[in-house]
Every structure is written in C-alpha cells, then in structure tokens.
C-alpha cells in the first residue's frame, strides 16, 4: 500500500470530520443511533470543532493517505500531562481513528509509531490515552503494541457513564 503519514493542517478539517463521523458511529452506535450520541458526534466530530483544534499549539493530527485520501489518523496532546488521576505523566493520544474498511492494514500501527515519535520529540518518557471498554479490538490493538491497562477512567456525555480503560506506553 502507498501509505504516507503527514501532519494535518486546517484545511484538512472537512476530511477529519467525515472519517471522524464515520469511525465514531461504527464504533459507539454498534446498537443504532440514539439522541445523546447524535448530538455528541455532532458535537466532536464537526469540521468546526477539528479546525480548533488544528490550530491549537499543543494538538497535533498525524493523517494517514494514499494519494488524496484520508484513510485514518492520531490527534496528539503534546504537552505532558498525568493520565487520569494517576502519577503516569505523558503525551496523550486523544484519537486513533481508522477508516472502518481500512483496518487491519497497518495504518493503526503506522500512525501509532508517528505518535510515539512526535511524543518522544516533545520530551515525553510515556504516552497514554483511554479506549472503550467494551471496544475489544481496539484494546487488544493496544496491548499488542505495549500499552498496559492501569484502571478505569468514566467518560461522562449528557446523562450517560461510559467506562473506559486508562492505557499506558512507556516511550
């Protein structure tokens, strides 16, 4: 595959939001679509949302393409900050979002690797980030490529506690 990984800018915004909407559903609505996560996809996956955060200093999205299309991508927190409430200070991979009928093709590890490495630039000795519980492929994705399971973190959207698992990855 003519995969290449490349940092997003904000023109990129409008692809983000559609591959974000289309991973997000795919992912969380596996039930249908309810009010709540309608309104949270609309929410975070807007192309408005992602344009703020192409511009934010310490946010950086590593994109996956072939040619002129976004096949997935990593948005990173570069600055160091503590994983939940625990001591484990690190860069914190916000997103991994692989188109759905892109994965198991090495775009997740390719981005993941480009994330360590701008990690590791950034001065950062761990990178974390949190994943569904009930998301197993992603979590077993995530221990193949070294992340330990350090505990519970509850993401909370309108009236709804969902538990994620708190990931860990010394660099």
């Known amino acids: 595959m003519d995969l290449s990984i490349r940092t997003g800018k904000v023109d990129d915004a409008l692809c983000i939001a559609a591959l974000a909407t289309q991973t997000f559903l795919d992912t969380y609505a596996t039930d249908g679509v309810r009010a709540d996560l309608a309104r949270e996809v609309f929410a975070l996956c807007s192309t408005s949302a992602f344009e703020a955060h192409l511009r934010e200093p310490q946010i950086a999205f590593l994109l996956a393409v072939r040619g002129p299309h976004l096949l997935g991508f990593a948005q990173l927190h570069l600055a160091l900050r503590n994983a939940g409430n625990t001591a484990h200070a690190g860069c914190e991979i916000v997103r991994l979002y692989v188109q759905p009928n892109q994965k198991r093709r090495g775009i997740g590890r390719a981005l993941m ?54 990931l860990i990855r010394p660099l």
Do not use: C, K
């Open 113 to 166: 690797e480009a994330a360590h490495t701008r990690s590791r630039a950034a001065g950062a000795t761990t990178t974390w980030l949190t994943a569904w519980a009930e998301n197993r492929r992603a979590r077993a994705f995530y221990a193949a490529i070294g992340y330990t399971d350090v505990g519970a973190l509850p993401y909370v959207w309108e009236d709804q506690t969902y538990e994620n698992r708190l």
